[in-house]
């Protein structure tokens, strides 16, 4: 089955700095790449998704790139915020006439320091 | 956008008591649900997944006489705990998705079981 892993676990950055996360996932029939930002205590809200005839995709101050060669996606935050602080998560998933099950990734815990 | 409320926010049960979750769907038809459990500081890990009107299909290690799943119908999934103990307390994410795509996930339910 597909598994997704993720690094850094932690990570601190002062505001207005970038931050990047990277995954890799191991299922070649993986397509579909969401993103996902989780605050404590509530459920992950999609912040980008990545479709795997996509290289790249740009929401504002969030951006996402995708080798598929490779097996790797990762998550770009610019210009980052304290309110960008939570944790995220990447994940994997096959979609086509239906939606596969989301396999996520372990999860980023993200700091942004005033 | 596709809202999926999930409820309760939080449950305190007494050890050897059932407690049932439920998964909404409020705008659209969620041909698919799938049910997570999340432990402190820990990643999403899928439990199973759920089709209107069939079984759902369990991932492996996850009991399913212990958690009861029911999707009878496009807009509703339930999770039943049976005689939960402590070791089940955690956070239990719902997630569904439709015909147009993507994954909607509820704000979670957070199971303490004393």
């Known amino acids: 089955g597909e598994n997704v892993e993720q690094h850094p676990s932690t990570l601190s950055v002062q505001e207005g700095d970038s931050a990047v996360i990277k995954c890799t996932y191991s299922?070649?029939?993986?397509?579909?790449f969401p993103w996902y930002k989780q605050e404590l205590g509530k459920g992950p809200q999609l912040i980008i998704d990545?479709?795997?005839?996509?290289g790249e995709k740009k929401d504002q101050r969030i951006a996402v790139t995708l080798n598929k060669t490779a097996k790797h996606f990762s998550l770009h935050i610019t210009e980052t915020q304290p309110e960008d602080s939570a944790v995220y998560f990447c994940?994997?998933?096959?979609?086509?006439?239906?939606?596969?099950?989301?396999?996520f990734g372990p999860g980023t815990s993200l700091s942004v320091i005033p | 956008g596709a809202v999926v409320s999930q409820h309760p926010s939080w449950v305190i049960c007494k050890s050897g008591t059932s407690v049932k979750i439920e998964c909404r769907s409020l705008?659209?038809?969620?041909?698919?649900m799938f049910w997570y459990r999340q432990f402190p500081k820990q990643s999403l890990m899928l439990m199973a997944t759920?089709?209107?009107?069939?079984?759902?299909?369990?991932e492996q290690g996850v009991e399913k006489d212990k958690f009861l799943i029911n999707h009878a119908s496009l807009t509703l999934s339930t999770l039943t705990v049976t005689s939960a103990h402590p070791e089940d307390s955690s956070f239990y994410i719902c997630?569904?998705?439709?015909?147009?795509?993507?994954?909607?996930f509820g704000s979670g339910t957070r199971l303490t079981v004393v």
């Open positions: 759920s089709n209107e009107g069939s079984k759902a299909t369990y």
């Open positions: 705008d659209f038809q969620a041909t698919t």
């Open positions: 299922d070649s029939a993986s397509n579909y």
């Open positions: 997630s569904a998705t439709e015909i147009r795509g993507g994954y909607t």
């Open positions: 994940a994997a998933s096959r979609v086509g006439t239906s939606y596969d099950k989301v396999i």
């Open positions: 990545i479709r795997s005839n996509v």
